[in-house]
Nanobody
Framework: QVQLVESGGGLVQAGGSLRLSCTASGPAFSNYAMGWFRQAPAKEREFVAAINWMGGSTDYADSVKGRLTISRDSAKNTVYLQMHSLKPEDTAVYYC????????????????WGKGTQVAVSS
């Protein structure tokens, strides 16, 4: 059973930085892909970034390219989302997700989800 636990959210001023962590437990993750998604109030959950555990290739939503970076630490079974130059529109609950196989930008492709961590960016 895959379990995902996010941490690192909080309140930050516009232009600031945060690093989110997602610690995964369960099977070996070498054949999995990990994703970060976010959901703002009254909006649908949307793709942010994804990474293939094997090889480390990544994908990003256009709205975060150049500001957010996804990475993984295999020794710690942890995926990170480093966020710089944060904007008020980045305010949302951020979710970590896992799927078998290669990365995807679709929420429907992911089988396992964490409970989320709140990020709030003040103007």
């Amino acid at each position: 059973q895959v379990q995902l636990v996010e941490s690192g959210g909080g309140l930050v001023q516009a232009g600031g930085s945060l690093r989110l962590s997602c610690t995964a437990s369960g099977p070996a993750f070498s054949n999995y892909a990990m994703g970060w998604f976010r959901q703002a109030p009254a909006k649908e959950r949307e793709f942010v970034a994804a990474i293939n555990w094997m090889g480390g290739s990544t994908d990003y939503a256009d709205s975060v390219k150049g500001r957010l970076t996804i990475s993984r630490d295999s020794a710690k079974n942890t995926v990170y989302l480093q966020m710089h130059s944060l904007k008020p529109e980045d305010t949302a609950v951020y979710y970590c997700a896992a799927k078998w196989g290669v990365r995807s930008t679709s929420t429907h492709a992911y089988n396992y989800w964490g409970k989320g961590t709140q990020v709030a960016v003040s103007s």
